[in-house]
């Protein structure tokens, strides 16, 4: 079975930075992964997503310009790179694996396997 572990979240000011890191254990196919965030209150969201060569991906319009999803396949290892961060941004952050058949990444409920989470706190 996949396991998923983020890391890299914490806290930082308005217009800082962090890059987050999703490593995956176990079985690995080089598939389309994602980030998706969940802040209080509000539903999860999917926020970039990439496809197994890292070729092609797809933002959420808040973060376009802002993010940047990448990954390397060697170290079975997802991340996303966040820069000129704002108060919206905070949210716990999931690295998401296992796009079902049919799935279009950034939608609910299209992945498999999850990771617990990582904290992002921006504040001003």
């Known amino acids: 079975q996949v396991q998923v572990m983020e890391s890299g979240g914490g806290l930082v000011q308005v217009g800082g930075s962090l890059t987050l890191s999703c490593t995956v254990s176990?079985?690995?196919?080089?598939?389309?992964m994602a980030w998706y965030r969940q802040a209080p209150g509000k539903e999860r969201e999917g926020v970039a997503c990439?496809?197994?060569?890292?070729?092609?991906?797809y933002y959420l319009d808040s973060v376009k310009g802002r993010f940047t999803i990448f990954r390397d396949n060697a170290k079975r290892t997802l991340y996303l790179q966040m820069n000129n961060l704002k108060p919206e941004d905070t949210a716990m952050y999931y690295c998401?694996?296992?796009?079902?058949?049919?799935?279009?990444?950034?939608?609910?409920?299209?992945?498999?396997?999850w990771g617990q989470g990582t904290q992002v706190t921006v504040s001003s």
């Open positions: 998401a694996t296992d796009l079902q058949r049919g799935g279009r990444c950034l939608a609910p409920d299209v992945f498999n396997s």
């Open positions: 176990g079985r690995f196919d080089r598939s389309w």
């Open positions: 990439t496809s197994r060569s890292g070729g092609e991906s």
